[in-house]
Nanobody, 115 residues
């Protein structure tokens, strides 16, 4: 099982990025998916998650209205659209898929927001 995250990079404040996370070895359909991030010197925090049925979403307060989580089951890929980026969004972003006791993590992709 592998989750391959991509799409990170350097962007100016106010800019946008779209993170992708392609799964192999498992079908994302049926899994709750999520994105987490860890800034230097800070604990990993949950950014957003989407239920297996795609009926329920969660966003941490600091990203509400700016980030959008989605999935494409046909491509077995989850996404995080990030708009109006701020310097405080700088972190390594990790994708996650879980179902019951099964939890899988991607390798992380660096997002840096700086002028």
């Amino acid at each position: 099982v592998q989750l391959q995250a991509s799409g990170g990079g350097l962007v100016q404040p106010g800019g946008s990025l779209r993170l992708s996370c392609e799964a192999s070895g498992l079908a994302l359909d049926g899994y709750t998916i999520g994105w987490f991030r860890q800034a230097p010197g800070k604990k990993r925090e949950g950014v957003s998650c989407l239920s297996s049925s795609s009926d329920d979403t969660y966003y941490t307060d600091s990203v509400k209205g700016r980030f959008t989580i989605s999935r494409d089951n046909a491509r077995n890929t989850l996404y995080l659209q990030m708009d109006s980026l701020k310097p405080e969004d700088t972190a390594v972003y990790y994708c996650n898929a879980r179902r019951g006791p099964q939890v899988y993590w991607g390798q992380g992709t660096q997002v840096t927001v700086s002028s």
